[in-house]
């Protein structure tokens, strides 16, 4: 119970802020996933298992309040997909010790991608559209490979493109379900195919399953609160600034320093 208390307090925090943002749900419970041990490739596929739940629950609100930007929606559809499908299939095809030291530096990478955000003025421009497809792909396979990063990558390059931060959060959010799908889905096909041999018993990950998931959507609605009650750039700097810290433990443990 105690641990399931845990991860729902994680999943809620991490909703909190995703809904808001349109980024770092994923990050922040694959940080912390791996920080209790869990091999990256069950903490991917446990956080977008969880992520079927959260992703259509915030979805769903910013649908309600029409902060969906359609043409956007539907250029970054395959092609992000397509990226979660293939960043799947590389997770699960190597053993999880090889693997984690760049899971950690990339989950580091973004945390420090945030934090330098958060002290830059974001442009409000029309997205160029070419741009979609690339940024697309590579937000999903990283989301796939990482845990977590369609809302890092998909949002700060929507945003750093110059879209208007209403439609490009709203837009990314909404899209993220058919994202958790795709790769969940793909997990799937590499244990029933064999591919993933060390997939390892998903009961040992429940609890930790379950909590994201009550905390995600209990905090999913309480989206358009927070985005009145703090500002982009604290939350920015908040959980830029998390992921760092974990990111470093993790790399002080796998260094043998702790």
């Not at 969880?50 to 359609?70: K, V």
């Not at 890092?152 to 709203?170: D, E, H, K, N, S």
């Not at 041999?197 to 999913?220: K, M």
């Not at 609160?225 to 750039?233: D, H, M």
């Amino acid at each position: 119970m105690e641990d399931f208390i845990l991860f729902a307090l994680v999943g809620f925090l991490a909703q909190v802020i995703d809904g808001a943002l349109g980024m770092a749900y994923g990050v922040i419970c694959s940080t912390v996933l791996l920080a209790f041990g869990v091999p990256p490739a069950q903490a991917s596929a446990s956080v977008h298992a969880a992520e079927l739940f959260t992703t259509a629950a915030s979805g769903s609100a910013h649908l309600y309040h029409r902060n969906i930007d359609w043409k956007l929606f539907w250029r970054l559809n395959p092609f992000g997909i397509a990226g979660g499908m293939l960043g799947a299939f590389v997770v699960t095809s190597f053993d999880g010790d090889q693997v984690k030291p760049f899971v950690t530096a990339y989950l580091a990478v973004i945390g420090a991608w945030l934090l330098y955000r958060s002290f830059h003025r974001i442009p409000t421009n029309p997205v160029k559209l070419r741009i979609v497809a690339p940024l697309g792909a590579t937000a999903g396979f990283l989301d796939a490979a990482g845990g977590g990063g369609w809302g890092p990558v998909a949002t700060t390059g929507l945003l750093g493109a110059g879209g208007q931060p209403r439609f490009v959060i709203g837009t990314v959010n909404a899209r993220e379900f058919l994202i958790a799908l795709s790769v969940s889905l793909s997990f799937l096909a590499t244990v029933l195919t064999g591919h993933w041999e060390q997939a390892g018993d998903f009961r040992d990950h429940l609890t930790s399953i379950g909590g994201l998931i009550t905390g995600g959507v209990v905090a999913a609605p309480f989206a358009g609160w927070v985005v009145k009650a703090l500002k982009e750039k604290t939350l920015l700097r908040l959980v830029g600034s998390l992921i760092t810290l974990l990111a470093g433990y993790q790399t002080l443990e796998l260094t043998g320093f702790l």
